[in-house]
C-alpha cells in the first residue's frame, strides 16, 4: 500500500515519545474522555492513508468500544498522548503492511508500539518510571517474549502468522531460535521477492504501472527494504509452522 505521508522521523523520534509518556495513563481517563481521544486519531490515520472512513455511526462505534475494551481488559501500560503515535506508526507501515483501518489493525498498531525498541530505550532512562536502569534489560526481554508469544499464539488460532513490523522476528533471532541455513534464508528472500513482483504487476492505472515498472527495477538489482521485510515475515511464519508441527503451545525460549 502506497501512502501520501510519511512521518516516520517524527512519530518515532526519542525526544516526543519521552513527551508522550509523561501523560496520563489510558486506564486512569474516563472512557467518554478515551473515545474522544481515539476518534481524533481515528480521522486522522483515514486522512493520511487516504482509505475512507466509515459512514455508518454504529460501525464506528464498535470500532471504539472493540479498542477501549482491549485497552481495559489487557491493563495496556500505555500513555494516552502514546496513542497517536502509535497508531499513526502503524499507518506509516512502521509495524508491517495492514490492509484496512478496522478494531484488528487498530490493537495491533497499539501492541506493535508499546513494545518498539525506541520506546522501551525511552522507558529504560526515564527515571519518571517504575522500573530502574538496572532493571530495565529483564523487562523489557519479559515484555518482549510476552509478546512474541501472543503471537505464536494469534498463529495458532488464525492458521497465519500477523506481521508485527519485524519486531517478532528481531525477537526470536535475538534468543537463538531463527536457526534456518544460509540456503533456506535465501529462498525466504527469493519468496519475498516473488511476491512482492507479483502485486507491482498487477498495477490497474497507467501512472500505478510507471511507478511500479521502477519499483520492479529496484527489486531485481538488489534486495529492497520491502523485500527484507517480507522475507523475515515469511521467516517467522515458517518457524511458527515448524513449533506447531512439533506440538509446541507456546515458542520455547530460554527462560535460564
Do not use: W
Request: glycine share 2%; charged share 30%.
Amino acid at each position: 500500500m502506497t501512502l501520501p505521508v510519511k512521518n516516520d522521523d517524527l512519530s518515532l523520534s526519542k525526544k516526543t515519545i519521552a513527551q508522550a509518556i509523561k501523560s496520563q495513563l489510558v486506564n486512569d481517563i474516563s472512557d467518554i474522555l478515551l473515545r474522544s481521544k481515539l476518534l481524533l486519531i481515528f480521522r486522522q490515520a483515514h486522512i493520511i492513508s487516504g482509505i475512507k472512513a466509515p459512514e455508518d455511526v454504529k460501525e464506528l462505534n464498535l470500532t471504539l468500544d472493540a479498542v477501549i475494551s482491549e485497552l481495559r481488559e489487557n491493563k495496556c501500560n500505555i500513555r494516552v498522548d502514546e496513542l497517536e503515535k502509535a497508531i499513526l506508526n502503524g499507518v506509516n507501515e512502521r509495524y508491517g503492511d495492514f490492509f484496512g483501518l478496522n478494531a484488528k489493525y487498530y490493537i495491533k498498531f497499539i501492541y506493535s508500539y508499546v513494545v518498539d525498541p525506541k520506546r522501551l530505550d525511552v522507558l529504560a532512562i526515564d527515571k519518571k518510571e517504575p522500573q530502574t536502569l538496572l532493571e530495565a534489560p529483564k523487562i523489557r526481554r519479559e515484555e518482549r517474549l510476552s509478546f512474541a508469544q501472543k503471537a505464536y499464539q494469534k498463529y495458532l488460532t488464525d492458521g497465519r502468522y500477523e506481521d508485527y513490523g519485524n519486531l517478532i522476528f528481531d525477537y526470536l533471532n535475538t534468543e537463538k531460535l531463527i536457526t534456518f541455513t544460509n540456503k533456506e534464508k535465501n529462498e525466504f528472500v527469493d519468496q519475498a521477492r516473488f511476491q512482492i513482483s507479483q502485486k507491482l504487476m498487477n498495477a490497474t492505472t497507467l501512472n500505478e504501472k510507471r511507478k511500479n515498472n521502477i519499483k520492479l527495477e529496484m527489486l531485481m538489482e538488489s534486495d529492497t527494504s520491502d523485500v527484507i521485510i517480507l522475507a523475515k515475515k515469511i521467516t517467522v511464519e515458517k518457524y511458527f509452522e515448524i513449533i506447531n508441527k512439533l506440538n509446541y503451545k507456546e515458542i520455547p525460549f530460554d527462560n535460564g
